[in-house]
């Protein structure tokens, strides 16, 4: 039989046995709850995303459509602001050190592939300063001459410019741009020798093309595509991997006898190395969500690009292979900044 005094002691224990359990779950237990509706809630604020190039463009088409369809995922608006300059390092190098959890950059062809391999020091280290979110999309370069040129096909002009070394031209937009790559890549595969004539911008090499001062050129598909419909150039191959839709009938290079031969501007998403690894990860979901939404799939493909998305792991390896290709080309060329 209990005494009363026994069963004071049993509820004093049980209270306290009840206390303990409460106070853990206000504390331990209360304080796991916080930290996971804290990382759940980035972003609290308005995302930056910084392009490295002026308005206009592949580059502004593919950012605007993504910064469309994430500021509905993330639940904040994500808004694009144009940096351009020094070929993209300017803006590169200022968002390399934003500590602000909230800036991220639209990555490049040039600025992660090229740049490290033209410029004898850079203010930002490609590899080291960013973390890599997701591949965006991929824009072709067309391969194209002037109607002057007696070639219908990629087999023809290679043909035709093995006949005149070094008296044929082709223009780019500039030392180290992708036009210029372009072109370079077919050279050396092909085994042919042209000119090289670069200018500043893509609007004047155009003109001196259409006019007949320039016998070819490589051009992003966006830019370049009215002028094939109207019969102004003549599209002898497309570095896509595949045709495509807007010119079902043009063969791609390795169509036309360079099997594995792809030739594409390409734009991912980076952040600042400081970013926390779970809002990397948050960001790296959506992003694919936004880049694979049919709205910004078919403001892609109306620019001639190709919706891509993937996880950061294989971003980091796709920017990898491409440091490794443009290495090589860059080095037979001799390409040096303007």
Known sequence: MHTNSEDSLAGTRLTRRRLFQTGGSLGLGGLLPSLASAQATWPTKSVRFVVPFAPGGSSEIVARSTAAELSNTLGQSVFVDNKPGAAGNI?????????????????????????????DKLPYDPNKDFKPVSLLAKVPSLYVVHPDVPAKNLTEFIAYAKSKPGKLSYGSAGNGSAGHLAFEYLKMTSGIFMLHVPYRGTGPMLTDLLSGRLDASAIGAAAIIPFIKSGKVRCIATGSAKRLPQLPDVPTVAEQGFPGFEMTQWYGML????????????????????????????????????????????????????????????????????
């Not at 968002?95 to 800036?103: G, W, Y």
């Not at 880049?291 to 971003?315: H, N």
């Not at 090589?328 to 001799?334: C, E, G, L, T």
Request: no cysteine.
């Open 91 to 119: 803006a590169m190098a200022e968002v390399a050190r934003s500590e602000d959890q909230h800036t991220i950059i639209l990555g490049h062809i040039g600025t992660l592939a090229v740049n490290p391999f033209i410029f």
């Open 271 to 338: 952040a600042p190395a400081s970013m926390a690894p779970a809002n990397v990860a948050k960001l790296s979901a959506e992003t694919m969500k936004a880049v694979r939404s049919p709205a910004a799939t078919e403001r892609l493909r109306g620019d001639a690009a190709e919706a891509v998305g993937g996880t950061p792991e294989q971003f980091a390896q796709f920017i990898a292979s491409e440091q490794a290709r443009w290495k090589k080309v860059i080095s037979r060329a001799n390409i040096k900044p303007d």
